[in-house]
């Protein structure tokens, strides 16, 4: 069974940076692609960023040169450190495989405002 469990969300200004981390429980996390996904209100749930097992990432083109997605496959922790932060990327943030495993963690709640 996986369990995954999401932190560092908070509030923070407009062109702030936060960081979130989760940790992954579960065998054979190391051969797992990991993702980031939020939830953004009113909009349709999206997939962030993605890492594949070899450290490769991908992002979507709205976080593209702002995020960074990285694992530790040692600690079995993805994290996603965000930068320059806007208004738009108020979301609740959830980690999960790609594709994504049916348990689902309890997000994370970023809120970007001034």
């Known amino acids: 069974q996986v369990r995954l469990v999401e932190s560092g969300g908070g509030l923070v200004q407009p062109g702030g940076s936060l960081t979130l981390s989760c940790a992954v429980s579960g065998d054979g996390f190391r051969f797992w692609e990991m993702g980031w996904y939020r939830q953004r209100p009113g909009k349709q749930f999206e997939m962030v960023a993605e890492?594949?097992?070899?450290?490769?990432?991908n992002y979507i083109n709205s976080v593209k040169g702002r995020f960074i997605i990285y694992r530790d496959d040692d600690k079995q922790m993805v994290y996603l450190q965000m930068n320059s932060l806007q208004p738009e990327d108020t979301a609740v943030y959830y980690c999960?495989?790609?594709?994504?495993?049916?348990?689902w963690g309890q997000g994370t709640q970023v809120t970007v405002s001034s």
């Open positions: 890492i594949t097992r070899s450290d490769y990432p």
């Open positions: 999960n495989a790609r594709p994504p495993f049916d348990d």
